[in-house]
């Protein structure tokens, strides 16, 4: 398994002049998309060295983003939550190899392998063998605040189970209305579960007996000095702290109040500053090296779980605890990462998305190295940003994509590009990728209910590819087989699991 290395200083210096560089492309960047307002923060060698709001927490009232300011985390909330396990785990509560049923025993899916048991670390990593499922977007439409809002998106769920609760999700996953079988596992496949990491908080509740909002603050939280972090929406607005949410609507960007997820709280409902992610990342960033310090003193090889890649989940990437783990991409200029080129660095990042949010954060051991970057509006590339910060570390040309531009020669031979050419979809909503045979004989990836262009594919083997577009390539996946059929049964992609339709 690919696991970072921690070597106890950084292998190279920073390029010259790096944070001005990008302090630039980041006031170009927020200006440039019109988001209302945004934070960045970069930690390097222990420090804060980069801190910067962006625009406004409140357009309306004219109140200026801060580096305080509490921002919408969505699934950057994921780590946290295996985090709260791992804190749990070192004092003996729970274990991370302890079978869901030892805290759940409602815990079930149709189909699920019944030989072996999933076991919490499964859960955290999106391994457990449970599909794509509606249930997120279903606990959105009951739990909008903004009914109109939710009901414009054309979908009708009025008749769609109510998730307001964890026994109401274990409930769903047992009998779940018209959804597909599990997949094979426990262990085999990531796919991409927000119901899987909800319920470890259900497990740590169970565990506990208290809270899960409660438990992270004694356990994460207020240990680290995260102030800002935390999951109840009135307290975060009474400090004074708490932004507003923004999406594009009709008329252009527009307000919308936060959406409540109680049974979805450890998979995409946490709060928190660029601060706070600072000294989140700072901790991680040692904790890795030297183990966890007097405030949450977690040995090293505990910590280090959460960035032990546990199973397949993007090219060169692998799947942890609430992070993909991206190895081997490059030290010295050009595209990267690069197959053959050694082992380069390791890449530890997330993102995140939900209505009025966009969230990146990660961390490059062996630099020493971590950004985060937030925005109070749903949609807004902040993983572009992210990356130019590290683009601007080593030197290279700030828009240089996560993964390798391939050239045109990458493009499968014209059998294969008819194999692989239709539409595959994951079950969720917006989960549809379709592969269109364009006359020159390139496959166009077109993605989600929009058929939005997300790039020409280009293969980097006989089963990965990376989809090309005009500001390069910026995700990628692969093909899985049957046993006599040319044409792929399935895509991964962006760690979700498509099935081919037709």
């Excluded at 007996?209 to 607005?237: I, K, N, S």
């Excluded at 923004?246 to 709280?265: K, Q």
């Excluded at 040309?397 to 996560?402: D, F, K, R």
Aim: charged share 20%; hydrophobic share 40%; net charge negative.
């Amino acid at each position: 398994m690919l696991q970072p290395s921690v070597a106890p200083a950084p292998v190279r210096s920073h390029a010259a002049g790096w944070l001005e560089r990008f302090d630039e492309f980041a006031r170009a960047f927020y200006a440039s998309r019109e988001v209302p307002g945004g934070a960045v923060v970069v930690v390097h060698r222990g420090e804060t060295v980069y801190a910067r709001a962006f625009g406004q927490r409140d357009r309306e009232a004219g109140l200026e983003a801060r580096t305080d300011t509490v921002f919408g985390l969505a699934s950057l909330s994921k780590s946290f939550t295996a985090l709260t396990v791992l804190a749990l785990q070192a004092r003996g509560v729970l274990d991370l190899d302890d079978p869901v049923t030892d805290h759940l025993p409602g815990f079930g899916y149709p189909g699920l392998n019944e030989r072996e048991p999933v076991r919490l670390w499964h859960l955290a990593s999106h391994t457990a063998g449970l599909p794509p499922l509606r249930g997120l977007d279903y606990a959105l439409y009951h739990g909008a605040a903004d009914k109109a809002r939710r009901a414009a998106n054309g979908r009708d769920y009025s008749q769609a189970p109510v998730l307001d609760g964890y026994e109401a999700l274990l409930a769903y996953l047992a009998d779940p209305p018209g959804e597909r079988r599990a997949l094979p596992g426990p262990g085999r496949f990531v796919s991409y579960s927000n119901e899987g990491v909800a319920l470890l908080g259900a497990a740590i509740e169970a565990a506990t007996g208290r809270p899960f909002p409660e438990v992270f603050a004694e356990e994460v939280a207020q240990p680290l000095g995260l102030t800002g972090a935390g999951f109840d929406t009135a307290a975060a607005a009474a400090s004074g702290r708490l932004t507003a949410f923004y999406t594009e609507g009709e008329g252009g960007v527009e307000r919308v109040a936060r959406d409540e997820l109680p049974a979805y709280l450890g998979t995409g409902s946490l709060l928190a500053s660029v601060e706070d992610l600072a000294a989140y990342l700072g901790y991680l960033l040692r904790g890795l090296r030297e183990g966890g310090d007097a405030r949450l003193p977690l040995p090293r090889a505990l910590l280090a779980e959460l960035t032990r890649g546990r199973a397949w989940s993007a090219p060169y990437t692998r799947y942890g605890l609430g992070w993909a783990v991206l190895a081997g991409f490059r030290a010295q200029g050009g595209a990267w990462p690069e197959p053959g080129f050694g082992p380069g660095f390791t890449l530890v990042r997330h993102g995140g998305s939900l209505t009025g949010v966009s969230a990146h954060q990660g961390f490059v051991p062996e630099l020493d190295l971590g950004v985060a970057v937030l925005a109070n509006q749903d949609d807004v590339a902040v993983s572009r940003l992210f990356t130019a910060a590290l683009n601007a570390y080593l030197g290279l040309p700030l828009t240089s994509s996560l993964f390798p531009a391939l050239p045109s020669s990458a493009r499968p031979e014209p059998g294969l590009a008819r194999a692989l050419a239709g539409v595959y979809a994951s079950g969720e909503p917006w989960g549809r990728l379709e592969l269109r045979l364009e006359d020159d004989g390139s496959l166009l990836g077109l993605s989600g209910e929009s058929a939005s262009p997300s790039g020409r594919l280009a293969l980097l083997n006989e089963s990965e590819f990376v989809l090309v577009g005009e500001e390069g390539a910026w995700d990628g996946g692969r093909f899985l087989f049957g046993a006599h059929d040319p044409a792929p049964v399935a895509v991964q992609l962006g760690a979700r699991w498509y099935d081919r339709e037709g």
